[in-house]
C-alpha cells in the first residue's frame, strides 16, 4: 500500500520567517496530494492541495510544489505568523480508484512572536 | 451548509464493552470516511462508505465495522474494546463529483478513552 512519510516531526521559526515541511509517497499512482492543519483540540482543515498533473499551486502564503518523478512534495509557508502554530498532515490518495488517504505523521510547527 | 457532525464528544468505556459512533455528512455528501488518530500512529484510515457500500477498508481487525444509511449518516462500532483503542475518531465526508478525488471535510471527532 502507499507509505507516506513527512519530515521533520517538528519545527520552529520566528514570526516572519519561511517554513518548510517535506513529504515523500511511496505509490506512483497516487495523483492527489491534500495538506491539513489541525489546531490544538481542533478539526483537521484542508489548507491547500494539488494534483499530479500541476507541479506548483499557491494560495496567498501558502505554497506546494509536487516532484512526480522523486515522488515528494512540500509545503511551504512564508511570512509565518503565531496563528500559523498547529499540526500540518501531508497526505496522498492510495490510487486511483480508492478513496483511501494516507497520512504523514505529521509536523508541529511553532512560529515564534 | 452546516458542517459534518459527530456524536458523541466524548465517550468512556471499558475494556470488552461495545461502542457504537455515529457521523453525519454535510448535506448532499454521499462519501464518509472514518479515521483513527492516537499520538503514536497518527491519522490512520478505517474505512469509507458511499451509497450504504463499504468502498475500502484499512488494517484494522474485525472488530472495528461501518455502516451508512440511506440518508448518508454513517456509524461505527468497535466491538471487545481494548485499552489500545483509546483515540480520536474522526469521520469526514466528501461530495462525488465526476469521480475525480474530493476535498474531504472532517468532523470535530470523538474522543474515546477505554479503560
Known amino acids: 500500500g502507499e507509505n507516506v512519510e513527512q519530515h521533520p516531526s517538528t519545527l520552529s521559526v520566528q514570526e516572519g520567517d519561511s517554513a518548510v515541511i517535506k513529504c515523500t509517497y511511496s505509490?506512483?499512482?497516487?495523483?492527489?496530494f491534500p495538506w491539513y492543519k489541525q489546531e490544538l483540540g481542533k478539526r483537521p482543515q484542508l489548507i491547500i492541495d494539488?494534483?499530479?498533473?500541476?507541479g506548483e499551486k499557491k494560495d496567498q502564503r501558502i505554497a506546494v510544489t509536487l516532484n512526480k518523478t522523486a515522488k515528494h512534495f512540500s509545503l511551504h509557508i512564508t511570512e509565518t505568523q503565531p496563528e500559523d502554530s498547529a499540526v500540518y498532515f501531508c497526505?496522498?490518495?492510495?490510487?486511483?480508484?480508492?478513496?483511501?488517504?494516507?497520512f504523514g505523521s505529521g509536523t508541529q510547527l511553532t512560529v515564534l512572536p | 451548509k452546516a458542517g459534518v457532525t459527530q456524536t458523541p464528544r466524548y465517550l468512556i468505556k471499558t475494556r470488552g464493552q461495545q461502542v457504537t459512533l455515529s457521523c453525519s455528512p454535510i448535506?448532499?455528501?454521499?462519501?464518509v470516511s472514518w479515521y483513527q488518530q492516537t499520538p503514536g500512529q497518527g491519522l490512520q484510515f478505517l474505512f469509507e462508505?458511499?451509497?450504504?457500500?463499504?468502498?475500502n477498508k484499512g488494517n484494522f481487525p474485525g472488530r472495528f465495522s461501518g455502516r451508512q444509511f440511506s440518508n448518508s449518516r454513517s456509524e461505527m462500532n468497535v466491538s471487545t474494546l481494548e485499552l489500545g483503542d483509546s483515540a480520536l475518531y474522526l469521520c469526514?465526508?466528501?461530495?462525488?463529483?465526476?469521480?475525480?478525488?474530493?476535498?474531504?471535510?472532517f468532523g470535530p471527532g470523538t474522543r474515546l478513552t477505554v479503560l
Open positions: 469526514a465526508s466528501s461530495p462525488e463529483t465526476g469521480g475525480a478525488w474530493n476535498e474531504q471535510f
Open positions: 494539488i494534483r499530479s498533473n500541476v
Open positions: 448535506s448532499g455528501h454521499r462519501s
Open positions: 497526505a496522498a490518495i492510495y490510487s486511483g480508484s480508492a478513496r483511501q488517504l494516507t
Open positions: 462508505y458511499f451509497s450504504e457500500t463499504q468502498r
Open positions: 505509490d506512483s499512482a497516487s495523483n492527489y
